[in-house]
Structure formats: C-alpha cells, structure tokens
T-cell receptor, first 115, second 116 residues
Framework: AQSVAQPEDQVNVAEGNPLTVKCTYS??????LFWYVQYPNRGLQFLLK??????LVKGSYGFEAEFNKSQTSFHLKKPSALVSDSALYFC?????????????FGRGTSLIVHP | GAVVSQHPSRVICKSGTSVKIECRSL??????MFWYRQFPKQSLMLMAT?????????EQGVEKDKFLINHASLTLSTLTVTSAHPEDSSFYIC????????????FGPGTRLTVT
C-alpha cells in the first residue's frame, strides 16, 4: 500500500527567508514522488517530480525537493520565499511496484509568506 | 506544457436538476482521466478514474448512478451530477495523464458547483 503524510497543516515564513514544506511517504518499492501547488479557487499545478536519478530535484518557480530514501521523505524547499508563493501545497506518491498507477495525495499544507 | 480545461468554471443549479462538467485535454491525448472532489481547506478526494472507451472505475463510497462519468474520446471526459442536492456542492477538479511513461497529472482549473 502507498501512503503519504504532510505533517503540517500550515507553514508560516517571512518573505526572503528559506521555506520547507514537509512530506513523508510509505511504499513497498521505489516511489514516484510529486509536488503540486494550488492557488485559491484553481486547480493544481505541477511543480516537480522524482522518478529516479539525482536525489535533488529542481522544479518550477525556484522550488526544489530532496528525495531521502533512508528517511522516506521528499521535502519541498525554496531558498527565498515570496509573498506570491502563498498557496496550498500537495505532495503525492505512487508505488509502481505495488501495482498502483494512481497516486495518493497528502492532505495539503497551507504556506503563508508574510511580507 | 500540457493544458487541461474545465467548463464551466462555476455553476449554480437548483436541487433536483442535473449538471454536466466537461474536462478537455487541449494539447495532448489523455488516456486516463481522474475526477476529484475537494472540500474547503481539505485535500483531494478521488471520485473515479476513467480510461478512454471504458467504463469508469469509482472509488468506494462514490455513487456511480449519481456521478456519471463518460470518457468518450482521448481529449474529453464529462462528469454529470444527477439529481443534485445541496450536499453535492463542492469544488470538482479533473486531471489527465498520458500513457507510456508520462508520470505527472495535469489538472484542470476546477468547477465550483453550488446547489441551492
């Protein structure tokens, strides 16, 4: 079975400071991992993914995420937050070895960047 | 990048009527489409998965006779909420994925349904 956890409902950070949005997962094999962002009353936008290869993945809008197999984590990071980064962020996991082709989404983390 | 559109973006209907929501992949062929429902400040709830030309696979607890899904072509899927009730009011989001190695999903902008 595949599962994903976003332990924080909300993350607050000051503009210009680094931000981290946490995600941990559980799969039987090697995971496919994704981050999406959702702005109010909009659909989700794809940010980045990890399938294989380099553990540090760079994505859209200056975001990056690091795949850590030993800690089963895939935290989303950005060196310097912008007020416009304020949105809802979703982590998702898919476990191909488990036979699933449908990803499981986390419950979402609301990121609030203060001016 | 891949674009998915949804229509309408907002709809208000009276209780007992039916509403159809369209989801289109504009620049790629979507072999698989997903329909989600999202409550305020909550995560996505997968309602059903549909593959082009086949019947949709519904998640447990989702009434297939109430939420009719049709995926008639590689670029169009529709969700019809039949005999809508106020509790069906929600934000409905579709997403699409291609086959053969494309891993990420592309999401539509969502449809806000309000049943009065």
């Amino acid at each position: 079975a595949q599962s994903v956890a976003q332990p924080e409902d909300q993350v607050n950070v000051a503009e210009g400071n680094p931000l981290t949005v946490k995600c941990t997962y559980s799969v039987s094999g090697n995971p496919y991992l994704f981050w999406y962002v959702q702005y109010p009353n909009r659909g989700l936008q794809f940010l980045l993914k990890y399938i294989t290869g380099d553990n540090l993945v760079k994505g859209s809008y200056g975001f990056e995420a690091e795949f850590n197999k030993s800690q089963t984590s895939f935290h989303l990071k950005k060196p310097s937050a912008l007020v416009s980064d304020s949105a809802l962020y979703f982590c998702a996991v898919r476990d191909p070895a488990g036979g699933s082709y449908i990803p499981t989404f986390g419950r979402g983390t609301s990121l609030i960047v203060h001016p | 990048g891949a674009v998915v559109s949804q229509h309408p973006s907002r709809v208000i209907c009276k209780s007992g009527t039916s509403v159809k929501i369209e989801c289109r992949s504009l620049d790629f062929q979507a072999t698989t489409m997903f329909w989600y429902r999202q409550f305020p400040k909550q995560s996505l709830m997968l309602m059903a998965t549909s593959n082009e030309g086949s019947k949709a696979t519904y998640e447990q607890g989702v009434e297939k006779d109430k939420f009719l899904i049709n995926h008639a072509s590689l670029t169009l899927s529709t969700l019809t909420v039949t005999s809508a009730h106020p509790e069906d009011s929600s934000f409905y989001i579709c997403s699409a994925r291609t086959s053969g190695g494309a891993y990420e999903q592309y999401f539509g902008p969502g449809t806000r349904l309000t049943v009065t």
